[in-house]
């Protein structure tokens, strides 16, 4: 499903945005085909990742979407969610799950002007290079993507600059499903719209991720089911550290500074 709605014409940021690629590629490095190649072919395969504001009615962005705040996200055939929570219990990723694998769309905070993910790209390949057995830089619809296997599984890592943002898309599949899977993501990628915002933020910043209230009650009744749960197995730990019942001692005779009963009696009575 590709994104409906008209998008927004503003010459006045058309002619900013322009100026802005013309100083990103005067400054980028020289080896620029592949990137090159691979944007050209960006324009002519997909038209998103949208932002918002293209759209004259926001509120059309959301139909068919999975609202997440800062991405909207069109969920593929079969696919579920699974949601990561930080320890703070505010959800730090959603994944898109399907029978290839799973995948997640995140938005960040970048510069007006288009370079973060080349920049990104660098880091990610190098990080990988400590993890995984093999590491490359291939040529996909939007540029560079990096993708690292080893261990069983494969890592992809999609990236699109944006107006002020910088999207990440991150795939990890078997090596036998990646193929599949890949393709599953970039068109969930290519119809997804970025909600940026208009307040300041470093750049690289996550955008935040808001939960639609149905999943976010469910993951807040969950979360109250596994505490009870979690205190009534403490309660029974407890318990079972408790010391056994011990058999009642044998009574013994009651002394006083004056001895024991029979004695006093004794004196008492002169016996």
């Known amino acids: 499903m590709m994104a409906f709605g008209k998008r927004k014409n503003d010459s006045a940021d058309d002619k900013a945005e322009q100026n802005d690629d013309q100083r990103v590629d005067q400054s980028a ?8 190649q691979g944007e050209g072919r960006a324009e002519a395969q997909f038209e998103g990742p949208f932002d918002v504001e293209d759209f004259d009615d926001p509120a059309v962005a959301v139909q068919g979407r999975l609202d997440l705040g800062s991405v909207l996200i069109p969920m593929p055939d079969g696919g579920q969610v699974q949601v990561e929570l930080n320890e703070a219990g505010a959800p730090s990723a959603v994944w898109v799950v399907t029978p290839n694998g799973r995948f997640t769309i995140a938005a960040y905070a970048a510069p007006k002007s288009a370079g973060l993910w080349r ?5 990610l390949a190098e990080s990988l290079r400590k993890d ?10 939007w540029g560079r993507e990096v993708v690292g296997a080893g261990n069983g599984g494969v890592v992809r890592f999609i990236g699109v600059d944006g107006y002020r943002w910088m999207v990440r898309c991150v795939v990890n599949g078997a090596p ?7 393709d599953e993501a970039r068109a969930s990628l290519a119809d997804s719209v970025i909600r940026r915002g208009e ?6 910043t996550p955008l935040q991720v808001e939960l639609p209230e149905p999943m976010a009650a469910q993951l807040r009744a969950a979360a109250q089911q596994a505490a009870v749960q979690q205190a009534a197995q403490q309660l029974a730990a407890a318990t079972q550290a408790l010391p056994q019942d011990q058999p009642p001692a044998e009574p013994t005779a009651r002394r006083s500074v004056q001895g024991s009963a029979m004695q006093q009696l004794r004196t ?4």
């Open 132 to 141: 995984a057995s093999s590491v490359s830089i291939q040529d996909g619809p």
């Open 268 to 271: 008492i009575t002169g016996g």
């Open 119 to 123: 920049e990104v790209a660098g880091e």
């Open 29 to 36: 490095p020289v080896d620029t085909t592949d990137e090159t």
């Open 176 to 182: 036998e499903s990646i193929d599949a899977l890949t």
């Open 199 to 204: 307040t300041p933020l470093p750049v690289r």
